[in-house]
């Protein structure tokens, strides 16, 4: 029995490792985890082997996209280095423009200033420019959303001082917008040291004090709730050097519908933070006859049994929830019913040309 009903939610940041990780996860496993999840928009990311900078690879990834997806599927532009005179080519089939400033998982990365004046001429104003800033970086963001005046959006901000430092830009008036991943609201580094490599991410799991300085933002600096669902399989988890980044799109909802529950947030603020907002900061189209049921009074925990994600695991089994998705509706046809997806595999569209 679902008690609520939500519009289809919008994750807008996704790694679905395509091309060149399809071990970790593919456009079919990693869609049908966001449509388990409630989400019926995804935003992928560009950190891909080889990265998304270049037209060949625009290319490849959008013809393997191309009915093998079961929810809508947006793409990031990456931005390195040797590539900016492409970027107005990349623009017209890709969503929006990722700039890696800090350390993270693959190569992809900018560290000198001519390559970020470049991507703030040469990317289409019309565009969003996404960001990976951490501690200080994230002031080198603001000052470039100010010196350009256009909009920045600051990806998983995880710390109190680089939340602080966004609400006092946004307090001047300045076009800038953040996300903040679950993991970061709902575990710490104490987690992170329970839970080994399955708990590392980038950024990493923060204090107690900077995740109740993120939860005093929720209702104000904060605009989306992004995954940042970054699968890698527990073999490369067990291994020597284990790469980065958790999963997230299926617990994503099940987590802030329990914050809600909690009376940390209302629900019309998790729909603002989970559907309005990024779908206004992406200029991302809104899906006809498209909705989510939920049951928003079962108690339940959290498990790996079941999980769309092909590698299977999520840093959030065994914590209890409140809340469970049990349909999807998208454009009018029902893909996902009580834990199985319904959908035909293509029912997703590339969102090109906006
Ligand atoms: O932990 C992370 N993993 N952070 C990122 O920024 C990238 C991601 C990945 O691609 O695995
Ligand atoms: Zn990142
Ligand atoms: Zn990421």
Same mark, same amino acid.
């Given at each position: 029995?679902?008690?609520l009903i *939500?519009?289809?939610l919008?994750?807008?940041?996704?790694?679905?490792?395509?091309?060149?990780?399809?071990h970790?996860e593919?456009f079919a496993?990693?869609? =049908?985890?966001?449509l388990?999840?409630?989400?019926?928009?995804?935003?992928?990311?560009?950190?891909?082997?080889?990265? *998304?900078?270049?037209?060949a690879?625009? !290319?490849? /990834?959008?013809?393997?996209?191309?009915? =093998? +997806? $079961?929810?809508?599927?947006?793409?990031?532009?990456?931005?390195?280095?040797?590539?900016?005179?492409?970027l107005?080519?990349? @623009?017209? $089939?890709?969503?929006a423009?990722k700039?890696?400033?800090?350390? /993270?998982?693959?190569p992809?990365r #900018?560290?000198?200033?001519?390559? &970020?004046?470049a991507?703030?001429?040469?990317w289409?104003?019309?565009k969003? %420019?996404? +960001?990976?800033?951490?501690?200080?970086? #994230?002031?080198?963001?603001?000052?470039?959303?100010?010196a350009?005046?256009?909009?920045?959006?600051?990806?998983?901000? @995880?710390?109190?001082?680089?939340?602080?430092?966004?609400?006092?830009?946004?307090?001047?008036?300045?076009p800038?917008?953040c996300e903040?991943?679950?993991h970061? &609201?709902? *575990?710490? !580094?104490?987690?992170? !040291?329970?839970?080994?490599?399955?708990?590392?991410?980038?950024p990493?799991?923060?204090?107690? =004090?900077?995740?109740?300085?993120?939860?005093a933002?929720i209702?104000?600096?904060?605009?989306? %709730?992004?995954t940042?669902h970054?699968?890698?399989?527990?073999?490369?988890?067990?291994a020597?050097?284990?790469?980065?980044g958790? /999963?997230?799109?299926?617990t994503?909802?099940?987590l802030?519908?329990?914050?809600?529950?909690?009376?940390?947030?209302?629900l019309e603020?998790?729909?603002?933070?989970?559907?309005?907002?990024?779908?206004? %900061?992406?200029?991302?189209?809104?899906p006809?006859? /498209?909705?989510?049921?939920?049951?928003?009074?079962?108690? $339940?925990?959290? @498990?790996?049994?079941?999980?769309?994600?092909?590698?299977?695991?999520?840093?959030?089994?065994?914590?209890?929830?409140?809340?469970?998705?049990?349909? #999807?509706?998208?454009?009018? !046809?029902?893909?996902?019913?009580?834990g199985? +997806?319904?959908?035909?595999?293509? @029912?997703?569209?590339?969102l =090109?040309?906006?």
């Amino acid at each position: 029995m679902s008690n609520l009903i *939500l519009p289809g939610l919008v994750d807008i940041h996704t790694h679905l490792r395509v091309p060149g990780g399809e071990h970790k996860e593919d456009f079919a496993t990693g869609t =049908a985890a966001a449509l388990a999840g409630g989400i019926t928009t995804v935003l992928a990311m560009p950190n891909t082997t080889p990265p *998304l900078t270049t037209p060949a690879v625009l !290319e490849e /990834t959008l013809q393997k996209a191309q009915h =093998a +997806i $079961y929810c809508d599927v947006g793409l990031f532009a990456g931005a390195g280095p040797e590539q900016t005179d492409l970027l107005p080519k990349l @623009s017209r $089939y890709t969503v929006a423009l990722k700039i890696y400033l800090n350390d /993270t998982f693959g190569p992809l990365r #900018v560290e000198d200033l001519p390559t &970020l004046i470049a991507c703030f001429k040469t990317w289409p104003r019309s565009k969003a %420019i996404a +960001i990976h800033a951490e501690g200080q970086s #994230v002031a080198v963001g603001i000052g470039l959303a100010a010196a350009y005046r256009r909009p920045v959006h600051f990806c998983h901000i @995880s710390r109190k001082e680089e939340i602080e430092v966004i609400a006092a830009a946004k307090r001047q008036g300045l076009p800038v917008t953040c996300e903040v991943t679950p993991h970061h &609201l709902f *575990l710490t !580094e104490a987690d992170a !040291e329970r839970l080994g490599p399955l708990g590392d991410m980038r950024p990493r799991l923060a204090t107690q =004090a900077d995740v109740e300085t993120l939860s005093a933002h929720i209702n104000t600096t904060i605009d989306c %709730i992004a995954t940042d669902h970054a699968p890698h399989t527990l073999a490369e988890k067990d291994a020597d050097n284990p790469p980065p980044g958790v /999963t997230g799109l299926e617990t994503s909802l099940p987590l802030m519908l329990t914050a809600v529950k909690e009376k940390r947030l209302t629900l019309e603020r998790l729909i603002e933070l989970m559907a309005t907002n990024p779908r206004r %900061i992406f200029k991302l189209p809104l899906p006809p006859d /498209t909705q989510v049921e939920v049951d928003a009074q079962t108690r $339940y925990t959290l @498990s790996n049994q079941g999980l769309q994600t092909k590698c299977g695991w999520s840093p959030f089994s065994g914590m209890a929830v409140t809340g469970r998705i049990r349909r #999807v509706v998208l454009r009018g !046809e029902e893909v996902f019913k009580d834990g199985q +997806i319904t959908a035909q595999l293509g @029912s997703g569209k590339v969102l =090109a040309e906006n």
